[in-house]
Structure formats: C-alpha cells, structure tokens
T-cell receptor, first 115, second 116 residues
Framework: AQKITQTQPGMFVQEKEAVTLDCTYD???????LFWYKQPSSGEMIFLIY??????QNATEGRYSLNFQKARKSANLVISASQLGDSAMYFC????????????FGKGTKLSVIP | ETGVTQTPRHLVMGMTNKKSLKCEQH?????MYWYKQSAKKPLELMFV???????ENNSVPSRFSPECPNSSHLFLHLHTLQPEDSALYLC???????????????FGAGSRLTVL
C-alpha cells in the first residue's frame, strides 16, 4: 500500500493566487516527520518545509505553509501569492522515526503557474 | 563549490558498458544517499551510507554497486545495465542520524542515465 498519496497529478494556478497541493499519508507510528520538496525542470530536489508529528502548530516558511491535520493524516502544502518560478513538481515525503533513513516520497504534483 | 554536486549530469551507455556516477557534498554531512527517479514512479531509495558505512540497501540489483570512500564522496558503479535502468539518479546528503526531527536531505541535481 502507498504510504504517501498525492492525488493531483497536475494543478494550474493563476499568478499571485494561492494554491493547495494535497498529501495524505499512512503510518501506524506516533512519531514521524513530513516534508515537502520542489523539483524544477533542472532536476534538483529543493527542501521547502517540514512538520513533525508532535508539532502543535502548522509549519510556515515564507510563502509556504503546511496544513497539518493529524487525525485525517493529511499534510497539504499551501503556496501563497504564486509566482512563475513556482512552476515545478512538488513532492510530499514522510520519515517514520523507527525507520530513520527511509524517506518515502509520493508520486508528485506538477504545478503550472499561469501569467 | 557548495551543496551537493553530481557528475556527469547526462550519461548514455550500452548494456555492456561499465560507468560510474559521482557525488560530492560540501556541507559537512555524514550520511549520503542514492535515489532512483523513474518516470511516473515515486523516488526509490537505493543505498544509504552513514559515517562511510552502508546502513541501507533496498534490494537493489547487483549491477549497481555503491562506494563511499569518505564522508564527502559517493559513487555508484554501473555495469551490464538494462534499458529499464534508465532514470534520473539523485544523490543526497544529511547529518548522520537519519531519523528524529527535521534531518533534511539536501539533493544534487541528478545524473540522467539512458541505457541503450
């Protein structure tokens, strides 16, 4: 079974608008971490934001925020004020702390920002 | 140079060739990783080295052979590959303890491999 599910293969957003990229996860661990990475066409995976399972507040990093709903096992990425440079693949990932080196990724969402 | 550097960026090889992918990190990290990214599939963890010892080997075919001579360098030796091995191979590094907290992986730009 998939541990990370990203149901949106592709998304479009108008420049300067906000967009939400969905991510649900599956784990029986109580301690885990959730990550979002951005992959532009150049190939490099760029770390965006992290949320620990015990963090009570939603993580924020500049224009990125993570809408963490633990009971629903969802960790959606919200990008505010989209820019053309935000066009890229976005990957949600999870590390379960009893498998400390295994970072499991979803299949990704391709975001296209329209001028 | 800073960050994680991978060479070559593009590689085309025949099924009988032997080649190597190189990864170098300038971040002072102690753990290094190889991931495989195939089209329409999630990233797959191949190998992990921590403090120059292999700590994870995810059922990867023996035609892929990793080498970690020191904490800054990681190689992936390739021999008798198959066309289905064509993919983007990503190297990453992190602090030695892979779990607990935001132990963030820093990735290189990848080596795009095509096997003919």
């Amino acid at each position: 079974a998939q541990k990370i599910t990203q149901t949106q293969p592709g998304m479009f957003v108008q420049e300067k608008e906000a967009v939400t990229l969905d991510c649900t996860y599956d784990t029986s661990d109580q301690s885990y971490g959730l990550f979002w990475y951005k992959q532009p066409s150049s190939g490099e995976m760029i770390f965006l934001i992290y949320q620990g399972s015990y963090d009570e507040q939603n993580a924020t990093e500049g224009r990125y925020s993570l809408n963490f709903q633990k009971a629903r096992k969802s960790a959606n990425l919200v990008i505010s004020a989209s820019q053309l440079g935000d066009s890229a693949m976005y990957f949600c990932a999870m590390r379960e702390n009893n498998r400390s080196y295994q970072l499991t990724f979803g299949k990704g969402t391709k975001l296209s920002v329209i001028p | 140079e800073t960050g994680v550097t991978q060479t070559p960026r593009h590689l085309v090889m025949g099924m009988t060739n032997k080649k190597s992918l190189k990864c170098e990190q300038h971040l002072g990290h102690n753990a290094m990783y190889w991931y495989k990214q195939s089209a329409k599939k999630p990233l797959e963890l191949m190998f992990v080295y921590s403090l120059e010892e292999r700590v994870e080997n995810n059922s990867v075919p023996s035609r892929f052979s990793p080498e970690c001579p020191n904490s800054s360098h990681l190689f992936l030796h390739l021999h008798t590959l198959q066309p289905e091995d064509s993919a983007l191979y990503l190297c990453a590094s992190s602090q030695a303890q892979g779990g607990s907290g935001a132990n963030v992986l820093t990735f290189g730009a990848g080596s795009r491999l095509t096997v003919l």
